[in-house]
């Protein structure tokens, strides 16, 4: 068996909340933009560049580094009472770090809201559920919220109202053929280790840099050898003995969780007990799609 125990995590988001409305502000970032009620501040100096590329095949803005992309509301279409506000951000998900969002806040004008990122290359729409909005134009530029670095962003939708479970998609479900856990062998399986960048996204190997001597979050380092060269990422260590680069994987890959699924059934495990963590309701909801 391998010579290390591990345990992955599926965290698995549910949402709790009520009415939604048609959107009420919108800007798709083509060339030239569509705004209905929402503007991009367009700036070539200070923190808020922006630069008109095309990604995946459909006109966008990213956003270099050090930089924002400031959005404002116009038209009084949205009311510093209206609390209750459900974003929509379509981004191309490149990388596996965060994309931060920041946005008018009741006591805080720059509250932080981060979008975990899953490396699929395709463009993703997140959703966003804001119980404490107050867009009233307190940001850099007289804007209401802001998008951070090296991000690909093709629309943003706003809406007014709180999210309904049951328009949300479901998750095909396939029954099992066990009914009961007399006589069998079940692991926990926690799917949360992350690989990314030099600055982020190394949730449970580190957290905010590459793993390296003095900076890490783990006890023993996993053999890699039976993992896909895309699951693995450059670590601040240094080369194996063997002369090989010291690399860690990505939980989040389905061809890792399918390696581990495959150890498991060779060693005899009947299954895996699923953990939900529910500090998450209510704040963003990632959605793969087509290109819009």
């Known amino acids: 068996m391998k010579k290390y125990t591990f345990f992955l995590s599926l965290l698995l988001f549910c949402t709790i909340i009520t009415a939604q409305s048609a959107p009420i502000a919108s800007i798709t970032l083509s060339d030239p933009a569509v705004e209905t009620n929402l503007s991009l501040h367009i700036a070539t100096q200070a ?3 922006t630069n008109k590329t095309t990604k995946g095949a459909m006109a966008c803005i990213f956003i270099p580094a050090n930089n924002y992309a400031y959005f404002k509301t116009t038209n009084g279409a949205i009311a510093q009472t209206d609390n209750n506000l459900i974003v929509k951000i379509t981004y191309f998900d490149e990388g596996t770090g965060d994309m931060q969002f920041q946005y008018n806040a009741t006591g805080n004008n720059y509250k932080n809201q981060n979008i975990k990122k899953t490396g699929t290359d395709k463009w993703i729409t997140t ?34 109202g709180t999210l309904n479970p049951a328009s949300e998609p479901k998750v095909p479900v396939i029954a099992s053929n066990y009914s009961e856990f007399i006589g069998k062998t079940v692991a926990g399986y926690q799917a949360w280790f992350s690989t990314g960048d030099a600055t982020s996204g190394w949730f449970h190997w580190n957290g905010t840099q590459q ?3 003095a900076k890490l979050s783990f006890e023993v380092y996993p053999d890699v050898t039976e993992y896909q060269a895309s699951d693995l990422a450059q670590t601040g260590f240094a080369n194996f003995g063997n002369g090989k680069p ?10 890792v969780i399918n ?3 495959d150890w498991m059934k060779t060693y005899g495990l009947d299954g895996v007990a699923l953990q939900r963590f529910i500090n998450g309701i209510g704040t963003v909801i990632n959605n793969s799609q087509d290109a819009v």
């Open 259 to 261: 390696k581990h699924f």
């Open 246 to 255: 010291a690399k860690l994987f990505n939980s989040a890959n389905t061809s």
């Open 127 to 160: 959703t966003v559920a804001l119980t404490d909005a107050t867009f009233k134009q307190v940001q850099n530029n007289n804007c209401d919220f802001r998008i951070g670095a090296n991000n690909y962003i093709r629309q943003i939708t706003i809406e007014k």
């Open 47 to 49: 923190d808020a560049i």
């Open 211 to 213: 793993p390296s001597p």
